[in-house]
């Protein structure tokens, strides 16, 4: 997104350059006057048009012609202000050199008291690079992995809570935000409230610090709040509702501590764009995706091949009978909280990475979280990782049809149609959810 | 510290405008969760339809006010029935997740630029209740005790807002006292043993979901004639969040706990951003703890507080009942 906002500008800069030069140099003392340069974009270079004829008409009669020098330079002395209208003569200009809009050779141009105007006459044809349908998909496609991982690291710990618990914890987002911003802190040494600055660590130390810090509050979450509920025999609409007041308090306590501004973290600013084909992503880009990836498969593998997993699973598909079975479920509940805490501070880094850190970051992408999850299936972490990446992918590839600012529409659009036609989820157990 | 303006602004809240908007919100929340048990959290999205009924009917279109509400009246029950007819058969927390989506694609989409035209996208629209003003049979001038008062114009509004809000706590009762009232408190209790019955549960769902929404959605045309501006923005989910806090601070399934409730929330949260604003501004509270600017974050932090506490130690509120709210069944 950013590459190719910075293409667009390149190129508009380089269109404006053609025919206007750099105006800004030139500037009278008194006076009014109105100018321009016409200058036609050929082999690469913008070469002056000289000998063509520029006519300004305004009011009171007034009435000048002016012819562009050498540089393609032309000048009318209006000496007032008003309303003029400028004409280029089409039939004056050289030979192979043409309006890039032949209806557009006469311009309005108001005039201010003491203003010199520059005027824009497009010559040529459009420099604009226009990329086809295929290499934007590709890149969206890119930027959708990308984004559809990073959901899938929050989407992971939220499906495990749910199956473990059958929390549907609506503070998950907000788990995300303190991660991302736990590592601005630390990345950039602006502690908050009375805790002293200090010059910022090394990024990847402040990751790893981020990531110790997000396992203990996810401990802190289940022995302070959700292990003393469950004793009491909290039903899970009561715990729900407990967990969007608490995601409340966090998401403004954030706001309070952290400020109101998106910020980015300083070892990642200003990084250029690798191509790889028709995709263009910062360096930085590359290793989230690749980091997320690890961090997936080594979850996959925990799951699947050690005992923990293992005991994971049995207590998020039947939490009584993997009891009966010695296994200790409240130990692998307190685990599972850990991981999942940590696991969506990381995702709340790499999101902060992407695009920037504010105390709503979490929250924008709690929906989209919630849909990646009950997509893919409520309770599996194999289902939340499919359906993060069909949603990430969506989202972004989705633009192509549908208006930008509407993208999150169509991934909510999306979740309801889901739960019409297959409640389950894409690798959801086929049991009742209503 | 200026004592006196503190309580007459908590007292002018908890008769004002916000109290009666949220009033008829929770009001309507309170025959989805109090009663039917269906956890509805896109309770904004009904309040956005009102008022986006009555602002572009009126500002957009350049019809009559009465228009505008009779649209912004069918636009609710028609997002009632679309969200209701697909949902209905979800379990609870599927139901919450997939209302919360649904009202922010509908606030997505009025606020969207894409619609600007009718909409006004993240500006919204504006001076479109000039109808209603002209109605106000209350002469110009303050109307009140002291510093407590309210201009001719908040007067009238307060006063069709409140009456509004007599009616709905009013049907609400006859609604509940009868058997249809009966079935849906069953509803709550054991779905299963009301179809066994052979009740058609879909459809008494579907039911109070309509009546639910088209209550709440009062407090949507209160909003918007009241400021005679809406922005996409005031219907997002915190708003929903508000309403439900208000539900259960006065206690799910009474009749007339979600204006008590309303009442309460808005003079705490009135005083509290008076007192800490007064105290920054006299010097009591350090600025480097607290600006001026951070006081009404404040105000959010205590709401996601209440609820938590409220449904932790006290979910029946103040008014409720324990044996009547629907939070143990899964």
Redesign the interface.
Known sequence: MRTRVAVFLATLLSALVCVLGVGAGVAHAEGESIFGFLKNPKGGENVPVPGATVTVKGPGGFSETATTDADGRWTVETNTAGNFTVTLDQDSLPKGVTLRNPDADSLKVPIAEGQDKPVLFALGKSTRVIQSKWSQAAQLSAEGLRFGLIIALAAVGLSLIFGTTGLTNFAHGELVTVGAVIGWWLGSGNLPLFLPDFGGMNFVLAIALTLVLMGLIGWANDAGLWRPLRRRGTGLIAAMIVSIGLGILLRYLLLYLFGGQTRSYPATRGQKGVELGPITLSPIDYISMGIAVVVLMAVAFALLRTRLGKATRAVADNPALASASGIDVDAVIRIVWIAGAMLAGLAGVLLGIAQGISFQTGFQILLLIFAAVTLGGLGTAFGALVGSLVVGLFITVSTLVIPAELKNVGALGILILILLVRPQGILGRAQRVG | MNFERIIVNALEAGVGVETVVFALAAIGLNVHFGYTGL?NFGQSAFLAMAAYGVGTTVATFDLPLWLGVVFGLTASVVLALLLGI?????????????T???A??VR??F????FEGTFGGSDGRQSFAGDFYAINPYPVGDYGVGSFGFNERALWVLTVGWALVALSCLIVFLLMRSPWGRVVKAIREDEDAVRSLGKNVYSYKLQSLVIGGVLGCLGGFILALARSSIQPDIFGT?TT?FA??VL?LGGAARVASPVVGAMIFWVVLSLTDNILGEAVGAGYIPS?VLTAS?VG??R??L??????????FR?QGIFGDRREI?????
């Open positions: 956890l697909p949902t209905l058969r979800l379990r609870a927390d599927y139901l919450a997740i997939v919360i989506a649904a922010e694609i997505l989409v606020r969207s630029v894409t915190e969040f439900y806090t259960i480097s951070q974050q404040i959010f932090m709401v996601g507080l209440a609820l938590m506490l409220l449904m932790i979910p629907a939070l143990d069944a899964r």
